[in-house]
């Protein structure tokens, strides 16, 4: 199902776009009781953030039901230009206290042209324990035209302090279904019907990731790489190969995204403090483009530190959702595989192992994620992974 105006990136969400919709009516028509904190949660890939920026243009929007799409407030709003209008994505492991500060000072002046000033917080479950407190303050007694989304992951729900929950109103979303998703790929992005379903059944529920295997050869190498291991890990001569595999995948595809914009951020930052400028205070200014570079390095290596191990855990998801397929299918339960297209495998793992060992080996991949969320470094924890797997 595709929603139309600002709803038309929500996929699934029927009745989130209706509840959204009526409290962007309700606002625009003056009601009282205008809520000004939002958690939106859900599943990876249901739409959290695509819902928090569509709520975000519905109460800019200047057209009466709010939400069109295409007025000049809407279309700003979704294209991340509207400048009563931030939307903060962490690109390190965590929100500072620092950052969460300027942020909600920001956040209490009146709207430069829009109808609220809205902070869209994505990952809220990065907050710190210092920004947490910084943005209870602010959610506790917001500013009469100040409205804040926060974003977090239905699984760990409370990463976001209680305190903070307790004040906003919750907008649980679901994961999409498979036909939906499909829905999209084809008739939005035009993609061939045959890959949009196929993309859709083995993206479990995550748009995004859908739309990147149905386009990104890469993507589906990757994934196919990851799903081998299963099968070629008994006979391997050297199991922890398969580790380093895995880890050295997981460090180029976040080298692959970061590079050009690091290379860019790098650049413009010297361009702007004058590097290699000639004159008086030319050498204080050196000095300064040295310790701001250093600054500029050690966020940006935050920022790859967490596009590898997002990479990496993508990878455990895949490999998680192979042994629960192994599972479902050696007790024959009547539900849809979440890589239908390796059935094969599939089957002749069922017949190999014991449920019990399935469910060691399902648990391993489970561990192994929650290791690397707590900072183990990936190689030792792929490496217990691969043990596990290889001897159940």
Not at 2 to 23: E, F
Not at 196 to 218: E, K, Q
């Amino acid at each position: 199902m595709i929603g139309k105006g600002v709803w038309a990136g929500l996929v699934g969400q029927p009745d989130a776009i209706q509840a959204l919709s009526t409290a962007a009516a309700a606002a625009a028509n003056g009601a009282t009781g205008m809520t000004h904190a939002w958690l939106f949660t859900g599943p990876p890939g249901s739409g959290r953030s695509v819902a928090a920026r569509a709520f975000a243009a519905a109460l800019q929007c200047t057209q009466n039901p709010p939400g069109c799409g295409t007025c000049q407030s809407c279309r700003t709003v979704l294209a991340g230009t509207h400048p009563d209008v931030r939307n903060i994505v962490p690109e390190g492991l965590s929100i500072s206290v620092a950052e969460m500060r300027a942020l909600v000072q920001a956040a209490s002046r009146r709207p430069a042209s829009g109808r609220w000033q809205i902070v869209v917080i994505e990952d809220a479950d990065r907050l710190t324990e210092g920004a947490s407190n910084a943005l209870l303050k602010a959610v506790e007694e917001p500013p009469a035209r100040t409205v804040f989304l926060l974003c977090a992951p239905s699984d760990h729900p409370d990463d976001v302090s209680v305190t903070i929950r307790s004040r906003c109103r919750a907008v649980a979303l679901r994961t999409p279904s498979a036909s939906d998703i499909a829905d999209v790929l084809r008739d939005r992005d035009g993609i061939d019907p045959p890959v949009a379903t196929w993309a859709a059944s083995v993206s479990g529920g995550h748009v995004g990731r859908a739309r990147r295997l149905a386009t990104d050869p890469t993507a589906r190498s990757r994934r196919e790489a990851v799903l081998a291991i299963p099968t070629a890990l008994p006979a391997a001569a050297d199991p922890f190969a398969a580790a380093e595999a895995l880890v050295a995948a997981a460090a180029n595809e976040a080298v692959e995204t970061t590079k050009d914009r690091d290379e860019s951020e790098k650049a413009e930052l010297e361009m702007a403090l004058g590097k290699g400028g000639t004159g008086r205070g030319a050498a204080a200014a050196g000095r300064g483009v040295v310790g701001a570079i250093r600054e500029l390095e050690r966020r940006q290596k935050s920022r790859a530190t967490r596009t590898q191990r997002d990479s990496l855990d993508r990878a455990l998801v895949d490999l998680a959702g192979f042994y629960r397929d192994v599972l479902t299918v050696s007790f024959g339960a009547d539900v849809p595989l979440t890589h239908p297209d390796r059935l094969s495998d599939i089957r002749s793992a069922a017949s190999s192992y014991p449920p019990e060992g399935v469910l060691r080996r399902l648990e391993a991949v489970l561990a192994c994620r929650e290791a690397i969320e707590l900072n183990v470094k990936p190689r030792i924890a792929v490496d217990a992974l691969v043990t596990v797997l290889r001897h159940g």
